[in-house]
Structure formats: structure tokens, C-alpha cells
């Protein structure tokens, strides 16, 4: 498989997991190919993580976003793992 049949994979796990959940600026965010296995990252946000923005020319309110990695079996094409990505703080 390539790239894009990975990520669209992975879009569409995500997207039936979490079905119930109003996922909400699903995006790609990483791609790595190890030669067996994909890892894509995806971003998203859930309708309930809308929360008030202090400034506000911000428009009045932000979007929490969560990261998922999701490992996928380049021979198989089936989804191995789903974990958080975990943001380190610099």
C-alpha cells in the first residue's frame, strides 16, 4: 500500500470508532513507514473540548485537540494499534 491508502485507512478507523463521540477537524498530521509498519498521526477535536478563550480576539473560544497514532500492517492493512501521541512540553 502507499501513503495515502494508509492515512485514508486510518481516517476511516478512526472515524468508526469513535462514531459516537462527534469527532470534529480531522486532519493528518504524520505519516512513517518502517518498511513493515505505518504509523499516521491524526488530530482532531470532539464537539464537548470547545471551551472559552481568554482573549477575546480569539473569537471567543478554543478547541482542545487530541493526537492518536495509529499503527497499520502494510501487508495485511489492518490496523495494529491506536495510542495517544503524547505532546512534549519544550
Do not use: C
Not at 48 to 76: C, F, H
Not at 77 to 84: N, T
Request: aromatic share 8%.
Amino acid at each position: 500500500m502507499d501513503a495515502r491508502e494508509a492515512v485514508h485507512k486510518a481516517k476511516n478507523y478512526l472515524g468508526d470508532l469513535y462514531s459516537d463521540e462527534g469527532l470534529i477537524n480531522v486532519g493528518l498530521e504524520e505519516v512513517d513507514f518502517n518498511g513493515i509498519t505505518w504509523r499516521i498521526t491524526l488530530g482532531f477535536s470532539r464537539s464537548w473540548d470547545q471551551r472559552s478563550s481568554p482573549i477575546p480576539a480569539l473569537g471567543g473560544s478554543l478547541m482542545a485537540r487530541s493526537y492518536k497514532v495509529l499503527r497499520i500492517n502494510d501487508e495485511t492493512g489492518e490496523v495494529e494499534s491506536l495510542k495517544d501521541r503524547i505532546l512534549q512540553k519544550t
